[in-house]
């Protein structure tokens, strides 16, 4: 089955998929993908173009991904609307969209062999969300064989993804080239997340402290402090009066193992996720010694 929106196919089933892609490929053209969950914002629209940009043909699949939801949390809620996210993504540079329902992805129920994300991802959301690195990882490996991109772009708004992903390149010897791009924000510095819909006004005004206490630890970093615990305290001392905001942790790590560190150096990750009311945001930052311009109003895209 094939759905046209726009000029943009839509490949609904996986053989709808693998007719597009032999058209796509025929002509010999490099294949980028964007694996996304929908409701498309201008963070995923980046990662669109940058794929547009290194790729001669650019994939974005759209697929609420069950098997990373933990009881309880937002699956059923989670925003759905595949006809505008078709329209972006084509106005964006995408040749095709992949959008299966589940019974296409998981045809025999959930999977029974799945990736172990290892020990990198039982740490910082990982602790708080057991098992849903491993749904990550099954659906990301599925798609990366259903479509068999050259390339994939992520964006680095999920840090602990990128680094799992690119592991999982790595030790499955999987031959993806990975392409992290920066986090897009708000102008108050809020990053981008399809998430952000649930928050009410009043907590979307709240919702910028978050970032901003990111700022204020890069900003000690700068000034010398190198104490990980002490950077950790100055973000948690920020949101504590903020009745609306309930930090879950915040951790300075080494960016390639993900173990958390006493003593912060340039290239640490400051990573954090806080609660607004219910709505679970996530961030993180580079801490760097030199101050650089930012790119808004939040951490620099480098960092962010
Ligand atoms: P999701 O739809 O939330 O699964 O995200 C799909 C991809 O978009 C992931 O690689 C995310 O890291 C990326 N992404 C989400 N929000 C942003 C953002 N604000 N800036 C850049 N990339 C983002």
Known sequence: ??????????????????????????????????????????????????????????????????????????????????????????????????????????????????????????????????????????VVAKLFGLVRPDLAVLGRKDFQQCILIERMIRDLDLGVRLVVAPTVRDPDGLALSSRNGYLSPAERREAARFPEAFLAARHAFRRGERDAGALVRLVDTMLAPRPALRLQYAECVDPATLAPVARARAGTVLAAAAFCGRTRLIDNIVLEATAEAPACGGPSGSGG
Request: charged share 20%.
């Open 1 to 138: 089955m094939r759905a046209a929106t726009s000029s943009l196919p839509v490949a609904r089933t996986r053989e709808a998929l693998a007719t597009e892609l032999r058209a796509l490929r025929r002509s010999g053209a490099t294949l980028g993908l964007v694996p996304t969950m929908g409701s498309l914002h201008p963070g995923h629209l980046s990662l669109v173009q940058r794929a547009a940009e290194l790729a001669d043909a650019t994939v974005v699949s759209v697929f609420v991904n069950r098997l990373q939801f933990g009881a309880g949390e937002d699956f059923n809620a989670y925003p759905r609307d595949l006809a505008r996210d078709v329209e972006l993504a084509a106005a964006h540079g995408a040749h095709l969209v992949f959008a299966p329902a589940e019974r296409e992805m998981y045809p025999a129920g959930e999977p029974r062999v799945r990736v172990d994300p290892g020990p990198m991802g039982d740490v910082l959301c990982g602790r708080h969300r057991p098992g849903h690195f491993r749904g990550v990882l099954t």
